[in-house]
């Protein structure tokens, strides 16, 4: 399998070239707005699939070119508009498209278990979200915050409160906190290394491969 990555020169790019490495999978083109050797600004020709960890603007710009060439995209980047979420839509009418703001097992396994606790407490409890990452991250709240939320607001009709904090080299942090007059519940997702989504990021590229034309989350990738 040959794939491209979108972002190769970032944190998260470097991570999934050696995911893809240990995985045995070939990555042919490293896409990013940096000037390094062996670099390329666009999808030069033809792969199985391309993994983008990059910004919401170079993701759709890959993105149409993925379109053009019939490529699956496994698109991992958060912070789109919802205009941008609508491109990324009309994209997945025409290929393989897998679009998830956290490509790790367990988190995918809270977006799926947490609404149906959310839903059980019922309204007694209020229902907050923290997420902590590295000073260096751009959006926020992040990504996985916000699915969390739209996941729970869906199951419950509640909005929960949500809560950014950017401190040091986090990876990331996500707590879901239930609270009421005399008791609380928390579940706590923490990422101590960049691995877990660079491999959840390979083994969706592999799932997108052979996949038909449709908008997919890592929730399809791992059922």
């Known amino acids: 399998m040959k794939i491209a990555i979108n972002g190769a020169c970032g944190r998260m790019g470097q991570a999934v070239e050696k995911a893809a490495l240990d995985a045995k999978i070939d990555v042919v083109i490293k896409i990013d707005v940096m000037k390094a050797e062996g670099v390329s600004r666009t999808l030069s020709r033809k ?19 993925c379109v053009k060439t019939k490529t699956p995209a496994v698109i991992c980047t958060t912070g789109f508009t919802e205009g941008q979420k609508a491109e990324i839509a009309a994209a997945a009418k025409k290929i393989p498209v897998v679009f998830s703001s956290n490509m790790s097992v367990g988190v995918n396994l809270l977006f799926k278990r947490v609404p149906e606790i959310a839903k ?14 590295h000073r260096f991250k ?13 996941r729970i607001e869906a199951a419950t ?11 040091g080299d986090v990876v990331g942090e996500h707590r879901v906190i239930f ?12 990422a101590s290394t960049r691995d877990i989504f660079a491999k959840g990021s390979i083994e969706a590229a592999k799932w997108a491969k052979d ?12 059922q």
């Not at 699939?49 to 890959?62: G, K, M, N, Y």
């Not at 009709?157 to 401190?167: Q, Y």
């Open 138 to 150: 751009k959006d926020a709240p992040s990504g996985t915050a916000k699915t969390l939320a739209e």
């Open 120 to 133: 059980t407490l019922g309204a007694s409890y209020d229902i907050d979200i923290v997420e902590t990452h």
């Open 211 to 222: 996949a038909e034309p449709g908008l997919y989350t890592m929730l399809d990738v791992i």
């Open 47 to 65: 792969v199985d699939a391309l993994v983008d960890f990059s910004t919401p603007e170079a993701a759709l710009e890959r993105l149409a070119e």
């Open 179 to 190: 609270g009421t007059l005399g008791d609380s519940i928390e579940i706590i997702h923490r």
């Open 157 to 167: 009709g509640r909005k929960p409160t949500m809560h950014a904090v950017r401190s």
